[in-house]
């Protein structure tokens, strides 16, 4: 199976900063991968897909990068409404599907 | 709007079983291909099963192999997830999520419902 691993696991940021969050897959995984946004008691909302597309509707501050097995979500600009957790997901295998293990990002 | 609801969560013995629903509405359900992810208290989320947007193509994630039943009804905009022999494990918050063609990724989520397994 294909392994996720997020880093950090906590990010403490303050409004503006720029924040850069990575995942690495244990094999390559072209560019199937996606990232989520979850606010807690929420459902998790998609940003990104196919590892640097934006979802429609999503602030443009939010951008990935990325193939193969290292993939990076960058926020530009952090705002008040980004503190979060954020999961990537893996999609190159259709057998199973793969989350990374989240990255809270805190206020500072 | 685009919607997808869940039930059927609630407590239930070890060992015992449970079928939850996911409605959707607002988009074509036949369209889409559909999956249940869960996600236990405090912690990530965990891929579960998938189904194709016909039903003919079913995968399990092998911790619940053998005990979980996925099927959907495109005539009635539902999916289901039958859990049998359930363990305290099992225990989570089970969204189901739609897979868009133009996404290839989970691009819609239902609200979740609670599933706690104990005695």
């Known amino acids: 199976d294909i392994q996720m691993t997020q880093s950090p696991s906590t990010l403490s940021a303050s409004v503006g900063d720029r924040v850069t969050i990575t995942c690495r897959a244990s094999?390559?995984?072209?560019?199937?991968l996606a990232w989520y946004q979850q606010k807690p008691g929420k459902a998790p909302k998609l940003l990104i897909y196919k590892a640097s597309s934006l979802e429609s509707g999503v602030p443009s501050r939010f951008s990935g990068s990325g193939s193969g097995t290292e993939f990076t979500l960058t926020i530009s600009s952090l705002q008040p409404d980004d503190f979060a957790t954020y999961y990537c997901q893996q999609y190159n295998s259709y057998l199973t599907w793969t989350f990374g293990q989240g990255t809270k990002v805190e206020i500072k | 709007q685009v919607q997808l609801v869940e039930s059927g969560g609630g407590l239930v013995k070890p060992g015992g079983s449970l079928r939850l629903s996911c409605a959707a509405s607002g988009f074509t359900f036949s369209d889409y291909y559909m999956s249940w992810i869960r996600q236990a208290p405090g912690k990530g989320l965990e891929w579960v099963s998938y189904?194709?947007?016909?039903?003919?193509?079913?995968y399990y994630a092998d911790s619940v192999k053998g005990r979980f039943t996925i099927s959907r009804d495109n005539a009635k905009n539902s999916l289901y997830l039958q859990m049998n022999s359930l363990r305290a494990e099992d225990t989570a918050v089970y969204y189901c999520?739609?897979?868009?063609?133009?996404?290839?990724?989970?691009?819609?989520w239902g609200q979740g419902t609670m599933v706690t397994v104990s005695s």
């Open positions: 094999q390559s995984i072209s560019s199937w």
């Open positions: 189904i194709s947007s016909s039903g003919s193509t079913i």
């Open positions: 999520a739609g897979v868009a063609a133009a996404t290839d990724a989970f691009d819609i």
